[in-house]
């Protein structure tokens, strides 16, 4: 233990300063990458993934939009047609957190999500040296324990390069906990929560407990309205932190069930608006979202491996009587250790599980951590370890935490490179939307938002995070309430008609190509991303061939009422894009273009039903 008491914070500032400094690689590689290309977009953790949808979710809250509101459909809560509840719109604390600080700078949701990412690193390290600071006390040891438990939670998730030396391809590098905004802006809450929940245990005075009980409790309720994952995991581990009070009494234990009590009662009372919410969620959001019903364990994941070696290494040192099991930082060490434990498996009771990977993620492989960092502590504090020994040993395990960190980071920040640059090179056809909007001449009649047909799903993807108009269809469109999984595949079913993709070429890219947002149209997330589901279904080739007839007759079919579902107002392709819009131009009247960047923008408008062109003619006019 340092014999400096007030430099203690120091070691935990060059602990966060090390994550903080991990955490801005990423985009200082993009922005030096792209050079005087940079159009002001976010780098993108592994590439896309859901990041896009937050930020589109933030860009609309910083526009003024409304707590339920879509940006991909461009549906928003009215008073004569309220919106249902969206995941977005029930856990909006972050989302506030980042468009309240985004308004008040002055800046747009992608700076926003580019100034999140330190501050995001800097809030969850502080948090975490403070946790393991008070449980430790020892300066040293906590900020060791913060960069070891910041960079190796992708390998205890069983990601990153742990996956790839293993054979398997990586789900997810880099830092796992700065995936933006969820977890990144809620993680740091769940640490505080978990602090003050450990001073409800040493405080002394009865009334000092009982203030920092309560404010235990409202940091719950922050994470309820947060993340779904921090905070069914917070209240897993409370339980179960109550539970090892009662069945090993350490000194004081009643006073502090007392505590632990008020904590419960607090987190309680929180769950009743967030229940209220939750029952106007939208129909298809359970399962859009994977809800699987099921009471089958799930025992074997590496978050749980793990915390099984921490818990047999607790074990031998309290045989050699080098630990206690009735001390209470030993207990609080297996609390954490039995948190995968029932998170993962707490579907065996409730019968529900909801993609179980992203407690594997963001939450079991950190607490396993955390537990290993107080088990080991028992043996650094042994007066037979010399200080210079220990000293060494604690700056060479932070030194190699820290590389692989780097690491995973440098190899992550490649693979996202090129899905970034995409995304970077469609903004400046955005901003030009936004700009139209702001003139106020393309909104409809009905005041409902103008819609963009894009041709590139990527940028259909990234499009809301920038400007306000609605999107046919993108990839993220499904995790919002705003269109039901039927309407969802209605829309891509529109998107692929207009853009001249036969159902022969849609096999041909489904089979060999793979390209971003397909599988995903046809089939959702669940089955197209592995792990989502506990219970993995692989896409058979007879529901591919299944999806292409239905696809098929569909386009057999359209006609005219079809195409004025959703009226599109616009269309963006890449300049270089020499696809056919025979289908398109059936239908819809669009204008010579205008080139903007490296796309080509559109204004178009719905022919009337006695005008519609035939194929035939549309040939004959772009051959003149």
Same mark, same amino acid.
């Given at each position: 233990?340092?014999? @400096? ?18 955490? /801005? ?19 993108? !953790?592994?590439?896309?993934?859901? +990041? ?8 609309? $809250?910083?526009?003024?939009? &409304?707590?339920?509101?879509? &940006?991909?459909? *461009? ?25 309240? #600080? ?12 580019? $100034? ?14 403070? $946790? =393991?600071? #008070? ?25 990153? /390069? ?40 040493? /405080? ?16 719950? *309720? ?49 769950? !009743? ?11 298809? #959001? ?35 009587? /080098? ?36 407690? +594997? ?91 963009? =047909? ?9 499009? &809301? ?34 853009? *001249?993709?036969? &159902? ?12 971003? *947002? ?13 792990? $989502? ?16 007839? +239905? ?9 005219? @009422?079809?195409?004025?579902?959703? @009226? ?49 003619? !549309? ?6």
């Amino acid at each position: 233990m340092s014999k @400096e008491p007030k430099n203690r914070w120091r070691w935990g500032l060059i602990a966060t300063l090390s994550i903080v400094l991990l955490s /801005l690689y990423p985009h200082f590689h993009f922005r030096i990458s792209r050079g005087s290309q940079w159009n002001g977009s976010y780098a993108a !953790i592994e590439g896309v993934g859901d +990041e896009v949808a937050y930020s589109a979710y933030v860009n609309a $809250l910083i526009e003024g939009r &409304p707590r339920r509101n879509d &940006p991909y459909s *461009g549906r928003d809560d009215e008073i004569r047609k309220q919106q249902p509840e969206s995941l977005f719109s029930i856990q909006f604390v972050p989302a506030y957190m980042v468009a309240v #600080m985004a308004r008040a700078m002055g800046i747009s949701a992608s700076t926003a999500f580019i $100034l999140l990412t330190p501050l995001a690193a800097a809030a969850a390290s502080l948090a975490l040296f403070w $946790l =393991l600071l #008070m449980t430790t006390g020892d300066d040293r040891l906590a900020a060791t324990g913060t960069i070891v438990i910041l960079c190796l939670g992708t390998v205890v998730g069983g990601h990153g /390069l742990l996956a790839f030396l293993f054979g398997a391809e990586p789900l997810y590098s880099y830092l796992m906990f700065l995936r933006r905004y969820q977890p990144a802006a809620s993680f740091p809450f769940f640490l505080v929560f978990c602090a003050f929940v450990w001073m409800t245990l040493t /405080l002394k005075r009865s009334l000092a407990a009982t203030l920092v009980a309560i404010l235990a409790g409202f940091v719950f *309720g922050l994470l309820v309205f947060s993340y779904v994952y921090f905070w069914t995991a917070a209240a897993a581990w409370l339980v179960s932190l109550v539970c090892l009070w009662l069945i090993a009494r350490p000194p004081d234990w009643q006073h502090h069930l007392k505590s632990l009590s008020i904590i419960v009662l607090v987190a309680l009372a929180t769950l !009743i608006p967030f229940a209220a919410l939750y029952a106007h969620r939208a129909a298809g #959001m359970d399962a859009v979202q994977a809800l699987e019903l099921s009471h089958w364990p799930d025992l074997f994941r590496l978050p749980e491996v793990f915390s099984i070696a921490i818990l047999f290494l607790l074990g031998v040192l309290a045989k050699r009587r /080098l630990a206690s099991l009735r001390d209470p930082r030993n207990l609080f060490a297996i609390s954490f250790a039995l948190l995968p434990f029932l998170v993962f498996n707490q579907q065996v009771i409730s019968g529900r599980s909801l993609q179980p990977l992203h407690y +594997e993620m963001f939450v079991a492989n950190y607490s396993a951590l955390i537990s290993l960092i107080l088990v080991l502590a028992n043996g650094f504090r042994l007066p037979t370890i010399p200080a210079r020994t220990r000293s060494k040993a604690l700056v060479w395990v932070a030194i190699a935490a820290f590389e692989w960190g780097a690491y995973e980071t440098f190899v992550a920040t490649r693979r996202s490179m090129e899905l970034n640059r995409g995304l970077d090179e469609a903004r400046p056809v955005a901003l030009r939307l936004e700009a139209l909007a702001r003139q106020g001449n393309d909104r409809k009649e009905n005041h409902t938002r103008a819609t963009v =047909l894009s041709s590139d799903l990527l940028s259909a993807d990234g499009l &809301p995070t920038n400007a306000p108009q609605a999107v046919l269809w993108a990839p993220h469109m499904l995790v919002y309430s705003g269109v039901s999984p039927a309407e969802s595949k209605e829309r891509f079913y529109q998107y692929l008609y207009y853009t *001249g993709i036969t &159902p022969e070429r849609l096999r041909e890219i489904l089979r060999t190509e793979r390209q971003y *947002g397909f599988v995903v149209g046809l089939f959702g997330f669940e089955r197209a991303i592995k792990g $989502l589901s506990l219970n993995p279904k692989p896409i058979t080739s007879e529901e591919l061939e299944s999806e292409l007839a +239905e696809y098929r007759a569909y386009c057999a079919a359209f006609t005219h @009422e079809r195409a004025a579902q959703t @009226e599109l107002s616009y269309l963006i392709m890449p300049a270089d894009d020499v696809r056919s819009l025979s289908n398109l131009d059936r239908w819809y009247e669009r204008d010579k273009g205008e080139r903007v960047g490296n796309y080509t923008l559109y204004r178009i408008s719905l022919r009337a039903g006695d005008s519609v062109v035939d194929a035939q003619t !549309i040939q004959s006019n772009l051959q003149r």
